[in-house]
């Protein structure tokens, strides 16, 4: 249902595929899932989405694979043979790996959440998931676009967001925002070039953490769209259809 | 009868009824013990108190008439039925008068009272004679005279008897009793365990609908049946529940499997490559509605399960509420309708944010489903307010409503009413809410918005969360 949005700029290239497009630099991430059939269609879907993706199909050999070679991103399934994939996370925190960790569950309950997240997870995704939805998740998890976040002005062509005094131009001119619709517009322009979901703008700019299920967002991001483009001849911020929102120059 | 009889000593009741005996057993037999022992001193002190008075006569006795003197007295007392023992003895001991026959050696030895009873005989008019226990006073004369006075013990020995006696006596009485109540006891708790076991094995079998037999007494098996009933109740819905939830997943996404496998054998044919994409792009979103329906399927089910119930703390309805609110205030907008808000600040209740937060999600969300396009007034309106019975969050839509006897029915999985089936929509969204108060200790009420207008009377869903109490 939330998938017929008819906005203006539904028209972009949708899908796994649309990452083919050589923009995305490279990317290589590391994969502890035993399911080795869900194991092989992920590697499949991130090489197509220019990931490189290694795999471990149980706990020791993804804690050796993670310790001995340098990922930008580790995708670690919670339930593991030989080790756990909360023991696999805490052990590689011990030992001073630092790479982001995407943590993929069955369980899916929000204990499961929490818990994950305090062995040093970074992000959460409970199964079962759409791939659009893991592979915008590890992208900004590997975070090679989107602003630093030190950065105090996020900038998106001409598009301006001031971090500090909470102000937001395009092209010199003042664009008032609510405050939902500015954290809105923060997250995109964060992760600018990269798609962002809607689970994930739930999560970041409304602090609840599960599938919105309607079209909820898809409402806020048309009223966030109209305040930022309607006076403008050139739109920013994409639907990327049946995975999120993307905020990009087009240049 | 002997396998019975051994599991009746297998049971706990006749284990126990049997330690209780024993204990009763020792705590009379030490209380028989005591009143004996004070008795029989009572009766000594009785004893020697009758014998200084005696002694007190005999001596004014000699004071008075001389040795002859005394010889009379004693020997008038002594003729009297019941006498005291009266000896007068030489200055070796030797019996010279009195109505003993002989005494145990040694007794005349001292002045005094004896200090242990010791054995005499009497003179009998009949019979042999037999040995008898008794007390006495040794007084020297200064002729060197010995006199005895002293009491036969046959008195009190014969009250040791008659208490010995009552004692056997009750105590048989006691253990027969026992016997009697332990039967009783043993039997009727191994006939209520035999019913409850052949209960329980029913159950097994199978049959979820049965229950353990509770009788009137409300005692601690029929407390035990009682709450084992209840724990039956609840793996009787959570069974009817996943019953339901098999029957109906095969059922419902059969549709929407066959749509998805439709739609790919027509990306399948398509040769132009636009339409073949948009053909996939329908796949993909058909499959994404499949997988939310997934989540929202087994989220319901691990509520039901109380699974999250960990993650209970304290939290803000109000702010919930209101957030809620402005997320869901531009898709009414967006609807064409108004978004009215009523919400007490302040409010807290144990729970768990997300699990609220969704419910409210889904009750907003039908309520602007429902309402947009209907001919009731566009207008949705949020009141959140609390009283001593509860804190009460409703959403009420001047929508088309639910017809009363459907109240029951929509909150069940994947139930839509008729008319709502060309909406959108899992089918899921008040099973959740329901699920969600029941682990929050409150329910979930669907009631009209307004039951006069029959063209548009609304829903107005409420959840009851049950006062906080500190």
Redesign the interface.
Known sequence: METSTSHAHADESGGAKRAADAIVPHMKILVIEDDLEAAAYMTKAFREAGIVADHASDGESGLFMGSENSYDVMVVDRMLPRRDGISVISELRKRGVNTPVLILSALGQVDDRVAGLRAGGDDYLPKPYAFSELLARVEVLGRRKGAPEQDMVYRVGDLELDRLSHEVRRAGKEILLQPREFRLLEYLMKNAGQVVTRTMLLEHVWDYHFDPQTNVIDVHVSRLRSKIEKDFDKPLLKTIRGAGYMIKDEG | MTSRLRLMFRSTAVRLSALYILLFAICAAFLVVYVTAMSERILAQQTRENLVQEIGDIQRAYDRGGLNGMLRIMERRARQPGANLYVVAGPTGEILAGNVASLQPGVLDEQGWTRFPFSYRPFSESGPEREHMAIANVIFMENGLRVMIGRDLGEPGRFRGIVRRALMVALTIMGIGALFIWFGIGRNALKRIDRMSGASQKIMAGDLSQRLPVGRSGDEFDRLSESLNAMLGRIERLNEGLRQVSDNIAHDLKTPLTRLRNKAADALNEDDPGQRRAA??GI??E???L??T???L??IS?VEAG??A??MSEVDLSAITA?SC???E??AE?AGLRLETSIAPGLKVKG?R??I??AM?NLL?NAIKYSAGSQGEPLVRVVLSADVTGIRLSVCDNGPGVPEEKRAEVVKRFVRLDASRSK???GLGLSLVEAVMELHGGSLRLSATNPENAQAPGLTATMVFPPLTS
């Open positions: 996939l792009e993909i979103a499959s994404d509605q997988i939310r997934f989540n929202a087994l989220m691990r699974s999250i960990a993650e957030d402005e997320l869901y531009p898709v967006e768990n997300e699990l937060g969704q999600f969300d959108p929509g899992t």
